[in-house]
């Protein structure tokens, strides 16, 4: 006796659903395409929105002296230092071509007077990004520490090389 396994005829989901879907998409279009028209709705959208912009403005005020009492760069503080940072490095760049420069005509010319000149020119380079770097502490004193750490990690790596 031999069981002989009846085939079930195979269901094509896709073409099940297919119609449906279309359906369903074809209904919800017109129910939205019927709202858009409605000016009451479209006035409660306005409203919506006017209210949602305005409580995104206070949330972002809000953080703001929220990030200022728990002394907390915010993103504009960020932002400034990182600007002070991209100051600062093209301050030193040119400075640095600059000694490189020096560095040239010291090996072209009587070499005592140019490393005499070239010190005090270096000092006064020194100087000067000192009083940069004394200016930046000052103009950011909520993020002094942040600010310092920066640039100390900064004159590290322009050290390293």
């Given amino acids: 006796m031999t069981l002989v396994k009846k085939k079930t005829p195979e269901v094509n989901y896709l073409e099940v659903i ?10 919800i279009n017109n129910v939205i395409h ?6 009451q709705v479209i006035d409660l959208i306005k409203l919506g929105s006017k209210q949602h912009y305005q409580f995104i403005k206070l ?15 915010t993103k504009t503080d960020v932002a400034n230092v990182a600007q002070l940072v ?3 490095e093209e301050k030193i760049e040119s ?3 600059k000694l490189l420069t020096k560095e040239k005509e010291r090996q072209t010319t009587d ?3 140019v490393v005499e000149r070239s010190r005090e020119e270096d000092k006064i380079k020194k100087d000067e990004l000192k009083r940069i770097l004394s200016n930046m502490h000052k103009t950011s004193t ?5 600010t310092k750490q920066l640039l100390e990690r900064l004159l590290d790596r322009r050290r390293k090389k």
């Fill in 18 to 27: 297919k119609p449906l879907a279309l359906k369903s998409e074809e209904t």
């Fill in 34 to 39: 019927k709202l858009l028209k409605d000016p």
């Fill in 59 to 73: 949330a972002r005020e809000y953080a703001d002296v929220i990030s200022t009492q728990l002394n907390i760069p």
């Fill in 86 to 88: 991209k100051q600062l």
């Fill in 95 to 97: 400075l640095e071509e």
């Fill in 111 to 113: 070499s005592k007077k």
């Fill in 142 to 146: 909520d993020n002094s520490l942040l």
